[in-house]
């Protein structure tokens, strides 16, 4: 709705001042300009009366003095307090006049007068006094007072009390129509006409910007897709790779295997292996644990854990940048595991939590581990010195036990077993050859089980846990010279793989318990073992009594199998492209699951053996 249809009637001309209201010429001198200030600025507006502007004003004087005196004589009818408050009235309305004079802050008489006459004409919806637009509601709603003015009711409130009297009326500051508060009337329109050119101006300018933020999304998002489409090509490169190293192919032992139904043994899976060194089978809740240093750029060492029920659901578990490599595992009763590291720390890991939970401090990097055979909390570790420590895993701050080896060259494996009196004892293999230790660290120094040789090394050593009455250690050739530098220097490459075609000549020996305290070489047949690593072995039981061999063969690169005691062979498992670097068996508590498993740096096997 316009602002002029708002206003019923035409609005008298702007009145500036009232020449009549001026005092009269002084005696004896001409008229001083008479200094008018802005109702609200600090502009000055001098106004000049000349000689006939003084004789219209003397006149005009005699004129009101004659009509006051009419209106006193014929006021006979109002009383004598009425006309003194009408008298006191006229007096405040003269101050007013005269302050309305005065000096104060605002906008010009004539702006104001200019500003109400344009909005009246429509041409701006702008208050007169403030010069800003008014609203339809709010403080600075659109309001008019009597003489039909309007202005924003803000500013006619402001205006009231800056220049009312002590009756709190003021005058209009385009006609000068004196109006009290009550006189304010809100005008209700539906709508206020706002001038849009600032507002359209600021509008083009936003639809500018959202062109140009639309624009540069685009550009990302362009670049964005590029980036993803090059991060898929080379993920899909490397899950290629990764595919072409993996031979799922599901074998079975050889058929003509001279076991008794249902005695037989039978591919499970094959998994790629990703740089994994070492391993070990939780045969009661099938689950396979390895460890090696991952094939990323960054090569840190992790722990793999694979689901033998679920075998894609293999997870990585990092181990802490501090840790070096891993150099034995052993499953725990219970669902946790320990190994051990060339950082010197013996490491208890939770496989309900896939976290380490406790680490124990070792005098020198450890290279093998086992678990006592009874279940209990003791758990062992075989150094690269040759030392032998026992631990608690409830008081881990220290071991209990610590014992000296026969030499110094490393314990490359451990088994804990239990001797016919019952006795629980621990077996170990160094270069020197098998040991007998004594678990409850009485014992100061280990017996060793055969005699000493300096023609061969013991480079792996089997048994079947809890027994100790069948035993098969592996030697090769001492290479030349026969120092114990060189010596001990080949132990400290165990798990490293060779690419050295078939290996070297050695040997497997048979050992049993000939009494309590001793024990001696039995069958023997040639192999082809290692140049270099410490490679593990395993007997798999079978049967009534009888026990089968297990080796990585170097020869074959894969596993070969041999009955015992006549070391007849008995089977060669599915070839690897690598050497064999890991080898276990496992077996369930309730005898229910045995599987046997085996590790290069190609893949990973899983046998079930039935």
């Given at each position: 709705m316009a602002i002029s249809e708002l206003i019923t009637e035409p609005a008298p001309p702007p009145k500036i001042f009232n020449a009549a209201a001026l005092p009269s010429r002084p005696a004896g001198g001409e008229i001083q300009p008479v200094v008018l200030e802005d109702l609200f600025g600090e502009d000055v507006v001098e106004v000049d009366y000349g000689e006939d502007d003084q004789e219209e004003g003397e006149e005009q004087e005699d004129d009101d003095e004659e009509g006051s005196e009419e209106e006193e004589g014929g006021s006979s009818e109002g009383?004598?307090?009425?006309?003194?408050?009408?008298?006191?009235?006229?007096?405040?309305?003269?101050?007013?006049?005269?302050?309305?004079?005065?000096?104060?802050?605002?906008?010009?008489?004539?702006?104001?007068?200019?500003?109400?006459?344009?909005?009246?004409?429509?041409?701006?919806?702008?208050?007169?006094?403030?010069?800003?637009?008014?609203?339809?509601?709010?403080?600075?709603?659109?309001?008019?007072?009597?003489?039909?003015?309007?202005?924003?009711?803000?500013?006619?409130?402001?205006?009231?009390?800056?220049?009312?009297?002590?009756?709190?009326?003021?005058?209009?500051p385009q006609c000068g129509t004196r109006y009290k508060q009550k006189d304010i009337i809100n005008l209700y329109a539906p709508e206020v006409a706002i001038p849009n050119n600032e507002l359209d101006k600021e509008i083009s300018n936003l639809r500018e910007k959202n062109v140009s933020l639309e624009k540069t999304v685009m550009h990302h998002g362009k670049l964005l897709a590029d980036v993803t489409k090059r991060l898929s090509d080379a993920e899909q490169r490397i899950v290629d790779a990764?595919?072409?190293?993996?031979?799922?192919?599901?074998?079975?032992?050889?058929?003509?295997?001279?076991?008794?139904?249902?005695?037989?043994?039978?591919?499970?899976?094959?998994?790629?292996?990703?740089?994994?060194?070492?391993?070990?089978?939780?045969?009661?809740?099938?689950?396979?644990?390895?460890?090696?240093?991952?094939?990323?750029?960054?090569?840190?060492?992790?722990?793999?854990?694979?689901?033998?029920?679920?075998?894609?659901?293999?997870?990585?578990?990092?181990?802490?940048?501090?840790?070096?490599?891993?150099k034995d595992i052993c499953i725990l009763p219970g669902g946790s595991a320990i190994f051990t590291s060339l950082d010197r720390r013996l490491s208890?890991?939770?496989?309900?939590?896939?976290?380490i939970v406790l680490q124990c401090d070792l005098p020198a990097p450890g290279w093998s581990c086992s678990t006592h055979v009874s279940g209990s909390n003791l758990i062992y570790a075989g150094l690269q010195n040759?030392?032998?420590?026992?631990?608690?895993?409830?008081?881990?701050?220290?071991?209990?036990?610590?014992?000296?080896?026969?030499?110094?060259?490393?314990?490359?494996?451990?088994?804990?077993?239990?001797?016919?009196?019952?006795?629980?004892?621990?077996?170990?293999?160094?270069?020197?050859?098998?040991?007998?230790?004594?678990?409850?660290?009485?014992?100061?120094?280990?017996?060793?089980?055969?005699?000493?040789?300096?023609?061969?090394?013991?480079?792996?050593?089997?048994?079947?846990?809890p027994s100790s009455d069948v035993l098969v250690a592996s030697f090769r050739a001492k290479v030349v010279p026969t120092s114990e530098d060189v010596t001990a220097s080949q132990g400290y490459l165990s798990q490293t793989p060779t690419r050295s075609g078939s290996g070297k000549l050695g040997h497997h020996a048979l050992i049993r318990r000939s009494s309590n305290t001793s024990f001696a070489e039995d069958t023997t047949c040639y192999a082809s073992v290692s140049e270099i690593r410490m490679s593990k072995s395993a007997i798999i039981p079978y049967g009534n009594g009888q026990h089968l061999f297990a080796y990585g063969d170097e020869s074959l690169r894969g596993v070969r199998t041999w009955k015992l005691p006549s070391f007849a062979v008995h089977a060669d498992l599915s070839p690897h492209r690598q050497p064999i670097l890991d080898l276990r068996y496992a077996e369930s508590s309730d005898g229910g699951g045995r599987y046997l498993g085996c590790l290069s740096e190609e893949k990973l096997q899983v046998f079930r053996i039935r």
């Open positions: 009383s004598d307090s009425e006309d003194e408050d009408e008298e006191e009235e006229e007096e405040e309305d003269e101050q007013s006049d005269e302050e309305d004079c005065a000096p104060s802050a605002g906008p010009r008489v004539s702006e104001i007068a200019a500003a109400g006459a344009a909005a009246e004409r429509g041409n701006t919806p702008t208050c007169p006094v403030c010069m800003e637009a008014w609203t339809s509601e709010g403080a600075h709603r659109i309001s008019c007072i009597p003489c039909g003015h309007v202005y924003g009711r803000s500013c006619l409130e402001r205006w009231l009390t800056q220049r009312g009297n002590q009756n709190r009326s003021a005058t209009c990764g595919s072409s190293k993996r031979q799922k192919i599901i074998e079975s032992w050889d058929e003509a295997a001279h076991l008794d139904p249902p005695n037989q043994s039978h591919h499970l899976n094959e998994l790629f292996a990703d740089g994994a060194r070492v391993m070990s089978i939780d045969a009661s809740n099938q689950i396979i644990l390895a460890s090696g240093r991952a094939t990323s750029v960054c090569g840190e060492h992790v722990l793999t854990k694979i689901s033998m029920l679920a075998t894609s659901e293999a997870s990585k578990i990092r181990l802490p940048s501090d840790t070096k490599a891993v208890l890991f939770s496989m309900t939590t896939d976290s040759g030392m032998l420590l026992a631990f608690d895993i409830r008081q881990s701050a220290r071991p209990l036990w610590l014992q000296e080896g026969l030499s110094t060259h490393p314990i490359h494996t451990l088994h804990s077993v239990i001797d016919n009196n019952g006795s629980r004892k621990v077996l170990s293999a160094s270069v020197l050859g098998p040991c007998m230790w004594d678990a409850d660290g009485n014992q100061s120094r280990p017996n060793l089980l055969s005699g000493v040789e300096d023609q061969r090394i013991c480079i792996s050593l089997a048994c079947t846990p």
